[in-house]
């Protein structure tokens, strides 16, 4: 019972780490990026290339996912995305899908078709039991990454003038600008931190998720999942929208394994029919 | 009977009290205009009587009837029609095209789908002819999005007068729009038959006192002071939170 | 303070502006009057830096400005009370003021006791505000950016009248008191040119006519030529 | 006719990829070592991606191989519904038509001109059953893949296993798409039994193996057994030595000990050098293999009549060892090898212990 | 201008007679050459390409489809990413009749429609509300849950293995489905022809003005008196039933239904289609289908394992330098030349 509990959180904590950086990007720049997978999927290749060609330790691979995804992304933003701010969401959609696309045959092409197999280091692959409940150090770890990332963001983009200038940049980029606001470096900023996320998030889901250049086309409906149910806007909805998905999926499939593969959906329409807007989402204006 | 009345009418945001146990009465074919500070609540009343938000309590009768629950456009199709304060424009069709699409839910055939609407030819040249007499015909063809902005606030009354409506709710018809256009816009909904209603927000106090014979003044949410134009422009309260020294009378 | 040469500037494909030029000095107020369409909205839009320019340059304190990014401007000096209001409808009325604040004398306990009904309303959302109270967020907006130029695009439209004398009091308070340029834009000349000290015509993108505002009112007949009948009266 | 023409449909992009890669290159090894002249023809194969699960998509494929590019043969089918889908144009455009991937018992069936050359998973599964019992393991968790070959598989071992008078404590179907087997392997660790039989499509094992072990079934005494699929060889080798002793029951693997097979691995590695050819591989050499075999033995006549009234019975060595295609079902015989993940050399490796000699898919 | 009154391609000047400010209105439904066109060159497919037949005709499938999707994209503001639902629907009903006896082809198509149109009406109310987001992903999971039940009610949709053995008396009594294709691009493409002819209809009346008019702003909608909720379930009826219809299409001219007619990835490709096309003139989708569909068979038959990514690459470059897809494209070019 507690097992499946614990078990529900962690699988809910790394699809927060993976979806956050798209409730960034979509929820407060109003951008629909398919293409988040893709950082995701670059996250990881970096990940599983430094552990494996190079030996490098995992803890150092997190940090140097997270920001060869975010250079990328800053590349990308600054050349490609920006163009398409004021685009309709399902221009935005096709553009992204198309850069997905490209992605998924480039990993092809340079790493090959192969599932992507690292090997955690040994404190992360214990177990132990705790209150009769069966329980991995590797569950711990991704909590605690959800955590602190959570409580990282929820400061950094509601309590700091950085936040309110990001959403006054996407209400209204014009007036932002004639106002005195860096509209230009502060998205280029928010999609770093995104894409850096989705790398990071990958890097992370290499070893329960494995990882293989269809990585971005498999999980894009789990992120677009947490997002919506999350409701777009903050950082607390994804969290908790993740962790309730995570939990009712895990026991879902433990409890009643027959049904088990339509409970996400279910509770996934069964929340947006009663809140729309998300558990957590305000009505936006568009 | 009342055109319009109001009972006890209350609306809150959360906690804010934006509409405070409301009681007003319209006479049919009055000119009455609502006024008060910024804020005071005067869009939040007409958003209750059009059912665009739904009271926290009290009633409203349209014509003597209960009308509290009755969706938006069922109060439509009983003659209630308003303009927006902020222009709420279908961006892109034509101007014709907007005023044929209320022309349309009027004669109740906007559902019809098999004759084009090229061959309604009643609805088009009632349009056009609605479109000439507010200045607009020349601009027909254009996509509302593309349109002025004084244009479009044109437009924005439009769409209701197309509707002949027997309540009209004006929210700000004159903001945004120059000064001798919106003499020819009031000179426009002065010629409307006289047994329509017309209540009215605005806070042009010339056009105001030269266009209503009663007028409502709101202040928090409640009503302050209700009466003709000369006594609300002689009260000393009206005076000291809306109106200030400079008052017209 | 700002000085305008030879400005053409307009949308995309669409040339507005023709050759505009003027000056103004620090402390100086300026009308800027015109009919509907005739390129005031414009012409401060350009000042900020959200048009197309196609010709012309623009000097700020002595500094070229004509290529300077629209936040760039902003941040040297020069506030902006869009036509449109242009609040940031997902930001509180409060995070609208603070997300432009520049250190300054002007700070949020100035604003609210500017427009007390905003302190009422603080933490609402910009856009469940009335229309009133929108306007009066952006003006206090701008001052929050403590600029040395207020470009003023019909901040009046919509706000009761009592607002309206308040706020012309401190328009002219800040010109004359604490030496802020002030850029005024207005349908209604009477109520503008009292509080100014010069004024500008537009018509067709073009400046007609240029002058002392005091002139104006003496002589009206630039105004009934150009502005519209009744103006003047 | 100097042209003898293949049409091989894959899955050469989407979920499916590496099936359809190692089959592709199986084949191509075979060509490579034989020639691409047979009885006189020239041998020429067309490759089209069919991205995996999208059968009208085969469908349309094959009809465009059979009309416009005028195949004599198609071939390939990496998963089952495409195949199915394949069979209706073999039968209309009366075609011979060589599986060499897709492995549900019935996909023979739908077409008389149907060969296989792969393997189906009853087949692959039922030794397994017996090993099982006979070594000590009287309590299985079953595990499989939601769709037809892991029904399949979940079918034909359960039905031998508890025939045998064994005990199936429970079982579950994975979803296919986005699988997560936290809670599948939680559930099989709090009901303890002697083994977990698994069935996991070849590409998706990877995190299946990791978690397992990540669990700590292994730690309390629970066995993994099921077909090869489980520990294909593709991916067997980066995974770390939680794999070792895990045993399995299949009918190839790399390290069969033969010098068929240590000369199609030379000629795969000459194609794809990073790729250890696993049992798909071995599936495309054969098919190969087969139709070289036939056209030999036929003279070059490609006619769907002479061409499967040849092929009828064939029987070579193959990679794998000895087979033959059985006339009635038209599907493979073969040796099925109970196996163990071992090291040799250094490398991780599925070394052959026991066998079931010639063996027929025990579903028909 | 308007979107539909002057199809195919938008104009940006008022047409013929500018002194006449109705003018727009009334000469909407004259028909352009560019439509033509379109009919011109499928007809001459069967002479052009008679070898082509079963890419043909799964072109026009998908474009019926795609038309369907933009009945309430283009028209009404709707974004499904779960349009595959109605499609899957009615392929499976028309699959079951095919195996279960009845071996009419065209009734089965209507009692297809039908049944979609049933389910869409019955579902409509899960997308009358909430954002873009929210109707997505409303869309996604009522497809993924129909995908779930016919994947487990392997008794009657033969689950993951498809649904085979179905059998479609020939067309009339006459025309018998060929291996080579041609009776069924003749059929669905017959279909197409009709059910856009229809659709061309609905836009242009009365109706179709009302669901642009929803699209552009259904609060002033609601306050010039308008049902919109009933609009709404019109529209997303009609289109299911449409696309119940394509689905029918498919299943009887390939005689074979698998699990992917519901899959996620139909729903995608058929949206990309649709904005790649143009939404909201009609025939976006159309062109979209066949620019998608020829563009995946070239490229994947140049180079079967990367061509995604040329494919990937067209939709960037196309988004970046074309807004609207490629009709909004042709617009843009028409009203440069004038
Ligand atoms: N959705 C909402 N949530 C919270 N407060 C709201 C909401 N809508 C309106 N309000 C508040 O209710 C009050 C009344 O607003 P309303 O728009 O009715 O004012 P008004 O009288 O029309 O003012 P104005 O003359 O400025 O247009 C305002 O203080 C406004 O901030
Ligand atoms: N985004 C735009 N694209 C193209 N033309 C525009 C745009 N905005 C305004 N215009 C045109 O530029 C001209 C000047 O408009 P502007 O808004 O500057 O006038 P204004 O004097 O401020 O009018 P108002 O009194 O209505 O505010 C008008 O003819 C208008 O149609
Ligand atoms: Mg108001
Ligand atoms: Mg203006």
């Not at chain 4, 794809?272 to 030999?296: C, H, S």
């Amino acid at each position: 019972m507690l097992t499946v509990l614990v078990d529900g959180i962690a699988a809910g904590s790394l699809f927060f780490v993976m979806a956050v950086g798209l409730s960034v990007t979509m929820g407060l720049m109003n951008f629909i990026n398919l293409a988040h997978g893709a950082f995701a999927m670059l996250g990881g290749y970096v990940a599983s290339a430094l552990m494996l060609k190079l030996g490098v330790p995992f803890l150092l691979c997190l940090p140097v996912a997270f920001l060869v995804a975010s250079v990328a992304g800053v590349v990308l933003e600054r050349t490609l995305y920006r163009r398409l701010y004021a685009a309709p969401h399902l221009d935005q959609v096709l553009f992204s899908i198309g850069l997905t696309f490209m992605a998924v045959a480039t990993a092809h092409f340079m790493m090959g078709s192969q599932q992507q197999i690292i090997t955690l280091p040994d404190f992360l692959r214990q177990r132990f039991s705790f209150a009769g409940a069966d329980i991995g150090t590797s569950q711990i770890f991704l909590i605690s990454i959800g955590v602190l990332i959570a409580l990282g963001l929820q400061y950094g983009l509601k309590r700091t003038r950085f936040g309110s200038q990001l959403r006054a940049a996407v209400d209204n980029p014009r007036a932002a600008r004639g106002l005195g606001i860096p509209v230009d470096r502060i998205f280029a900023f928010t999609f770093a931190l995104g894409s850096g996320l989705a790398g990071l998030g990958g890097a992370l889901a290499i070893n329960t998720l494995g990882l293989d250049p269809g990585f971005p086309f498999k999980y894009m409906v789990y992120f677009l999942i947490v997002v919506a149910v999350g409701g777009t806007g903050s950082v607390t909805g994804p969290l908790a929208a993740a962790l309730l998905l995570g939990v009712a999926d895990i026991a879902g499939k433990y409890y009643a394994h027959e049904i088990g593969a339509f409970v996400i959906y279910l509770v996934m329409v069964v929340v947006l029919i009663v809140r729309p807007q998300g558990l957590f989402g305000r009505v936006t204006v568009r | 009977m009342n055109a319009l009345e109001t009972h006890g009418l209350v609306r809150t945001f959360g906690g804010f009290l934006a509409t405070d146990n409301v009681s007003l009465s319209v006479r049919p074919g009055a000119r009455h205009a609502i006024i008060g500070p910024n804020g005071a609540g005067k869009t939040t009343l007409i958003n209750l009587l059009t059912g665009f938000l739904t009271p926290t309590e009290g009633r409203i009768l349209l014509d003597g009837e209960d009308v509290t629950r009755l969706p938006q456009n069922k109060r439509v199709k009983r003659g209630l029609v308003r303009t927006f304060q902020i222009n709420q424009l279908f961006a892109r069709l034509t101007a014709l095209e907007s005023v044929c699409l209320a022309l349309a839910e009027r004669e109740g055939v906007a559902a019809r789908w098999w004759k084009p609407v090229a061959a309604h030819h009643k609805l088009i040249d009632e349009g056009a002819e609605l479109l000439e007499s507010l200045g607009l015909l020349d601009v027909a063809a254009i996509e509302t999005r593309s349109l002025p902005y004084g244009k479009q606030r044109l437009l924005e009354i439009a769409l209701a007068l197309a509707l002949k409506p027997r309540v009209l709710l004006l929210d700000e018809p004159a903001a945004g729009v120059p000064r001798q256009d919106s003499r020819e816009l009031f000179d426009t909904i002065a010629r409307l038959p006289s047994d329509v209603t017309i209540l009215l927000i605005e806070h042009d106090m010339e056009l105001v006192f030269r266009f209503t014979d009663r007028i409502s003044v709101l202040v928090s949410g409640a009503i302050l002071v209700d009466g003709t134009p000369e006594e609300v422009a002689r009260d000393p309260k009206v005076r000291e939170v809306y109106l200030g020294e400079s008052a017209h009378a | 303070m700002l000085e305008v040469k030879g400005l053409t500037a307009g949308y995309k494909d669409a040339v507005v502006l023709q050759e505009i030029g003027f000056t103004l000095a620090a402390g100086q107020s300026l009308a800027l009057l015109g009919r509907n369409g005739m390129g005031k909205t414009t012409l401060i839009t350009s000042l900020v830096g959200a048009t197309r320019r196609f010709a012309g340059s623009l000097h700020f304190d002595g500094q070229d400005i004509t290529a300077l990014p629209s936040h760039r401007r902003a941040q040297l000096g020069i506030g902006w009370v869009p036509q449109e209001r242009d609040i940031f409808p997902s930001l509180t009325v409060e995070e609208n003021m603070t997300a432009v604040a520049r250190p300054g004398p002007f700070g949020l306990k100035q604003a609210y006791e500017m427009f007390p009904r905003l302190a009422e309303r603080r933490a609402n959302m910009g856009k469940q505000l009335s229309g009133g109270e929108q306007q009066m967020l952006a003006m206090a907006r701008a001052m929050m950016t403590n600029p040395r130029l207020l470009l003023l695009d019909e901040p009046l439209e919509g706000l009761a009248p009592i607002i309206v004398q308040d706020l012309l009091a401190a328009i002219s308070k800040m010109t004359q008191g604490e030496g802020m340029s002030v850029i005024l834009v207005d349908q209604h000349a009477r109520q503008i040119l009292p509080i100014t000290d010069r004024a500008i015509i537009l018509e067709r993108g073009q400046v007609v006519h240029e002058g002392k505002s005091a002139d104006l009112l003496a002589d009206p007949a630039p105004l009934e030529r150009w502005v519209g009948v009744g103006q003047a009266a | 006719q100097e042209v003898i023409k293949i049409g091989l449909i894959l899955p050469l992009t989407g979920p499916f990829t590496s099936i359809g890669k190692e089959v592709e290159t199986g084949a191509r090894a075979y060509i490579a070592q034989h020639g691409d002249k047979v009885a006189g023809k020239k041998i020429e194969i067309i490759v089209k991606d069919d991205t995996g699960v999208a059968p009208e998509k085969t469908k349309q494929l094959a009809t465009d191989l059979a009309i416009n590019d005028k195949v004599d043969i198609l071939a390939g089918f990496g998963l089952t519904p495409p195949a199915f889908a394949g069979a209706l144009v073999a039968t209309q455009a009366k075609k011979p038509m060589v599986v060499m991937a897709a492995a549900t018992s019935s996909v023979t069936t739908k077409s008389p001109y149907i060969l296989r050359t792969s393997f189906a998973l009853p087949q692959a599964v039922v030794p397994l059953a017996g090993w099982a019992s006979k070594n000590g393991i009287k309590k299985v968790f079953s595990l499989a893949t939601d769709y037809g070959p892991g029904i399949d598989a979940e079918g034909a071992f359960g039905k031998a296993f508890t025939d045998a008078g064994n005990e199936i404590v429970d079982k579950v179907r994975v979803p296919l798409q986005n699988p997560d087997y936290a809670p599948f392997l939680q559930k099989a660790k709090d009901l303890k039994p002697d083994a977990v039989f698994a069935f996991i499509p070849s590409g998706e094992t990877a995190s299946f193996l990791k978690q397992f072990t990540d669990r700590g079934l292994p730690q309390a005494g629970i066995k993994l057994i099921g077909p090869g699929d489980v520990t294909d060889d593709e991916v067997i080798n980066n995974m770390g030595d939680w794999v070792l002793g895990t045993i399995t029951s299949h009918h190839y693997s790399a390290a069969h000990d033969s010098p068929e097979n240590k000369a199609f691995k030379e000629a795969f590695a000459k194609i794809e050098p990073k790729m250890r050819p696993n049992f798909m591989a071995v599936g495309g050499y054969d098919g190969m293999q087969l139709i070289y075999k036939t056209l030999e033995k036929t003279g070059g006549k490609a006619d769907v009549d002479t061409f499967m009234t040849a092929a009828k019975g064939m029987s070579w060595v193959s990679p794998r060892g000895p087979v033959s295609i059985d006339p009635e079902t038209r599907d493979i015989t073969q040796n099925v090898y109970i196996r163990k993940v071992e090291r040799v050399d250094g490398a991780l490796w599925n070394v052959e212990f026991d066998k079931v000699e010639n063996f027929k898919d025990p579903a028909k | 201008m308007s979107d539909a009154f002057s199809l195919p391609f938008k104009r940006l000047k008022p047409m013929s007679d500018p002194t006449d400010p109705k003018a727009h209105i009334l000469n909407a439904t004259r028909p352009r050459w560019p439509e033509a066109l379109v009919w011109v060159i499928a007809l001459s497919a069967f002479f052009l390409f008679p070898t082509q037949m079963p890419l043909l005709s799964q072109i026009a499938i998908t474009g019926l489809f795609a038309v369907s999707l933009d009945l309430i994209l283009g028209f009404a503001g709707i974004v499904s990413l779960g349009h595959a639902a109605f499609f899957g629907l009615g392929a499976y009903t028309a699959g079951l009749l095919g195996k279960h006896g009845w071996h009419e082809p065209i009734s089965g198509l209507l009692l297809s429609g039908l049944l979609a149109g049933a389910v869409g009406t019955a579902t409509s109310f899960l997308v009358l509300r909430g954002t873009d987001l929210t109707r997505i992903m409303v869309t996604v999971g009522v497809a993924a849950v129909l995908h779930e039940m016919a994947n487990k009610m392997t008794w009657l949709t033969g689950g993951s293995d498809g649904l085979t053995e179905v059998v479609i008396a020939p067309i009339f009594g006459i025309w018998e489905f060929d291996i080579f294709g041609t009776v069924a691009y003749a059929y669905s493409l017959a279909v197409l022809a009709i059910l856009m002819f229809l659709a061309r209809r609905l836009i242009q009346a009365p109706l179709g003005l009302t669901l642009r008019g929803l699209r552009d702003n259904p609060t002033r909608l609601l306050a010039i008196g308008s049902p919109v909720k009933r609009r709404l379930i019109v529209v997303y009826t009609v289109s299911a039933a449409y696309a119940g219809i394509a689905g029918a299409l498919l299943a009887q001219t390939t005689q074979f239904v698998s699990l992917d007619v519901l899959a996620f990835n139909r729903s995608a490709e058929v949206l990309l289609m649709v904005v790649l096309g143009g939404s909201g003139y009609l025939y976006g989708g159309l062109i979209g289908a066949v620019v998608l569909m020829v563009a995946n068979r070239l490229l994947s038959d140049l180079t079967p394992e990367y061509w995604q990514f040329w494919i990937g690459g067209m939709f960037v470059i196309l988004m970046l330098f074309a807004r609207g897809g490629l009709l909004g494209l042709g617009k843009q070019v028409m009203e440069r030349r004038r």
